[in-house]
DNA sequence: GTAACCAGTATAACAGATGATACCAGTGAA
DNA sequence: TTCACTGGTATCATCTGTTATACTGGTTAC
């Protein structure tokens, strides 16, 4: 997607320029979105159940997280298991390749850290990029 | 993110959840959205002019970059130099601070990479996760 | 003088993400 | 029987990101 000579970049390889957009979309796409993550790390916390899962979220909805677990059990980050009773019971866990995952969000929460910080340091009126209703 | 024995997380300290989300949900926020890593992505790449980041970058439009651009500069991800004419020109360049990003992008260019593999291999009619606009 | 470049802004519309509220069938306990 | 729990779905409203299109004032080249 860009041309490459002079400069090197952040991006590693300079002839995929376009391939390495489209991979980063894709990711930004697969996680992206205000409940993704909060799920995720709910999961991997050991909530398997969907009232346990929408109790451990504040703000969440019951329709947002009937959405969100669909998406990700397509994109196989988590795994819906039901137990046929009765009672019916339905267990939500992380998939092995969830944890493939692991170095970006502990990347990100370093980054995410550190940028709140660095953002309420240098504040100015109009320099708030933080959300501040959680 | 993942259970190490039962109850530990990806997340290495069980008791700033809260805290973790919320530094999860901030970079997302930083580099969310369908532009803004092509953006930078350009901008490392040696593109300094407005229209020459521009046209680097198919599909956008001068509206979303310009809006973009200011988010990114408020972030300190980017850096705006007036060069007062005539005639007046403009030059953006990357930030120091939009290094330490570095790790990131390259972790979700790897993981994104393998996630369109891995999807594109065991496909189903409905488990298309990925953006097969671009 | 007029055409093409520069760095944008203005306005309106659209589309998808999110929110609010209500509701469903089934189970189990009091 | 009534109540609260389970795992959700349905409908509608709103908000936000994105697009489309046009326009501005200034500069430079022909």
């Known amino acids: ?22 991979a980063l979309q894709d990711c930004i796409y697969v996680v992206g979105g205000k409940w993704r993550l909060p799920i ?7 909530n398997k159940r969907f009232r346990e899962i929408e109790r451990s979220i504040p703000g969440i ?12 059990e397509l994109n196989r980050l988590i795994k819906r298991t039901v137990f046929e009773g009765p ?3 339905v267990e939500y866990n992380s998939t092995s390749y969830c944890k493939t995952f692991g170095n970006i969000i502990l990347e990100m929460i370093k980054w995410g850290k ?11 009126e109009k320099s708030i990029q933080i959300d501040e209703t959680s």
Do not use: F, W
């Open 1 to 22: 997607m860009i041309p490459v000579k002079k400069a090197a970049s952040i991006l590693s390889n300079p002839r995929n320029q376009a391939e390495e957009i489209q």
């Open 87 to 89: 009672p019916v019971l």
């Open 114 to 124: 550190g940028h709140r910080e660095e953002i309420i340091k240098t504040r100015t």
């Open 61 to 72: 909805t019951t329709r947002m997280l009937s959405r969100e677990l669909k998406d990700l």
């Open 40 to 46: 995720i790390n709910s999961i991997c916390n050991g």
